[in-house]
């Protein structure tokens, strides 16, 4: 009997998968790119040459170490991780925040966050099978502490994940509420502090005082983005668990020797971060001068912006017809309607940004 591809796929495929759009990003050829948090600086000619050079010998032929020892040592100086701490590394976060769940995904587990927050929790969460739940920030994003600890003891999260600071609002939420959370929760908790270069503050020395803490960041606000590099920091007895869910050499050569390469030069990296949140700041005063245009503070390199009420779709496509890629947030969560996102660029980037703004205003 003939078969019907389409009856295959509906009939094979998890209804919750066909129930997903795939993770979608706007092509940003020929525009200022202010969408998706990169560090727009690059480095000098002569490190680039540098950089070549390191990769000349590269063994292509060979798979690369699957534990990247060379590169985990050169991380755990450059990013602050205790000693006697566990590291695994990832293909970006996305990588670490899937085989944490992997490593956890049971029939009616929990994953819990706060809202909104990182898209990919829930996504994921729904790739492994498991249950997400999303506890609304306040309208100030401030994060709800009471209502985080009621959920928690309602759902008995297995994993749960806290920005810090958060994406997309940009802020930082309160250190103290962050610690009630650790202590109160069943399962493990991720910190993720993937802005922790422009936020002045962090988990990374707790991570051996709490049982169930893990500290999770990435290199590509750093200027690596191109590298897809994570690192999940924490007990070694919760690594050597979720290691086993790690595809084999999943951190490629090349990867490892440009990171290698790269972390030789941190006082780069620590000066474009600075020049970043010295941006962020000029930003956000232009921002709140423009009229119907309400700002959020950040501690990330990127700024959240609420536009008059109806306005954002308008104002994203105006932008982008004036050669400026943001992000359009309108629809993504309720607390998000009519909301932009931009990305801290470069001082000539972030003029081209507000001057289209404010034409389009």
């Not at 050169?74 to 590394?89: M, N, T």
């Amino acid at each position: 009997m003939k078969k019907s591809l389409t009856h295959m796929v509906e009939q094979l495929i998890r209804p919750e998968i066909r129930a997903l759009s795939a993770y979608h990003v706007t092509d940003a050829r020929g525009l200022v790119k202010l969408d998706a948090m990169e560090n727009p600086y690059s480095w000098p000619e002569e490190i680039k040459q540098a950089w070549l050079e390191a990769l000349r010998d590269a063994p292509l032929n060979r798979y690369p170490d699957p534990e990247a020892r060379a590169t985990k040592e050169r991380l755990r100086a450059a990013q602050g991780v205790p000693a006697e701490a566990g590291l695994l590394l990832g293909n970006g976060s996305d990588e670490l925040i899937q085989m944490l769940a992997l490593a956890l995904a049971q029939p009616e587990r929990v994953i819990l966050a706060p809202e909104p927050g990182f898209v990919m929790y829930r996504l994921i969460a729904l790739w492994c099978g498991m249950t997400y739940v999303g506890v609304p920030l306040r309208g100030d994003f401030t994060l709800d502490l009471d209502a985080m600890i009621e959920a928690t003891q309602r759902h008995q999260p297995a994993l749960t994940f806290i920005a810090y600071p958060n994406n997309p609002t940009g802020n930082l939420f309160d250190e103290h509420a962050v610690r009630r959370i650790i202590e109160q929760s069943p399962g493990l908790v991720v910190l993720d502090e993937a802005y922790h270069a422009f936020a002045g503050a962090s988990f990374m020395q707790d991570v051996l005082r709490h049982p169930n803490l893990l500290v999770m960041r990435t290199l590509s606000k750093l200027g690596l983005a191109g590298l897809r590099l994570g690192l999940l920091a924490g007990d070694v007895r919760w690594l050597e668990q979720i290691n086993k869910t790690r595809l084999p050499y999943n951190i490629n050569v090349l990867t490892q020797l440009s990171v290698e390469f790269a972390l030789q030069y941190g006082e780069i990296m620590q000066r474009q971060a600075g020049l970043i949140c010295a941006g962020r700041e000029r930003l956000f005063a232009e921002l709140e001068k423009l009229p119907g245009v309400t700002a959020y503070p950040s501690r990330a390199n990127f700024i959240l912006f609420r536009t008059a009420e109806g306005r954002a779709n308008g104002l994203f496509d105006a932008l982008k017809r004036s050669g400026v890629l943001v992000k359009n947030l309108h629809g993504a969560h309720p607390l998000l309607d009519d909301c932009l996102r931009v990305t801290v660029g470069t001082a000539e980037e972030n003029r081209i940004f507000i001057a289209a703004l404010r034409k389009a205003l």
